[in-house]
């Protein structure tokens, strides 16, 4: 059974109820793998910490270890964080564990970025006016500045030809359209 826990193939229902879990089977649990990971630190093999690393990642156990610390046993568990929200109640609990369960920690998000607006009223960044004045479009392949994919700051006219940092001379591109300019294999519209 995937981790020992009633999440598997031929559960009848889904998780439901916070006070049901058998704490000291998931303590019991994480702190086996983390006793694994550790032997074989010590032993150095390194592939088997790797992928026991990836283990504990996707751990059922561990993800419900970590919901509990920080909503229950944290001192700060009564503060909202970026989300603004905390889960106090036992149904709160299971919801952030719902959510947790289809959040991929391996894989990276791009950073959310906040503009704070000027006391004259304008925003802070010159890349804000510069996908602004883009129509938040990369004019390499026409998609949204902000789909996922990372981004790069072309420069229409090379620093090193005498271009400078100026907004007039700046485009944003995807990263992989950014590498279409550069090796000649699309050209900018």
Not at 50 to 79: I, W
Not at 83 to 101: F, G, H, I, S
Request: glycine share 4%.
């Amino acid at each position: 059974m995937k981790d020992r826990v009633k999440k598997d193939i031929g559960t009848k229902e889904p998780f439901q109820d916070w006070s049901t879990i058998n704490w000291k089977a998931v303590k019991k649990r994480i702190r086996n793998l983390r006793q694994r990971i550790y032997r074989a630190t010590q032993s150095q093999q390194w592939n088997r910490v790797r992928s026991l690393m990836k283990l504990m990642l996707r751990s059922y156990s561990n993800l419900l270890l970590s919901v509990r610390r920080v909503t229950q046993e944290n001192q700060g568990r009564k503060t909202a964080g970026i989300d603004k929200q905390t889960a106090l109640t036992p149904k709160a609990r299971v919801r952030l564990l719902r959510d947790m369960e289809t959040y991929q920690l391996w894989k990276a998000k791009p950073t959310r970025r906040v503009y704070i607006p000027k006391s004259n009223g304008k925003r802070s960044s010159k890349l804000y006016q510069v996908a602004e004045n883009q129509n938040w479009k990369c004019p390499v392949c026409g998609e949204h500045l902000f789909n996922g994919e990372e981004l790069h700051v072309h420069h229409l006219t090379k620093v090193s030809d005498g271009g400078t940092d100026e907004q007039t001379n700046l485009l944003h591109l995807h990263k992989t359209c950014h590498y279409h300019v550069h090796s000649g294999k699309q050209t900018e519209t």
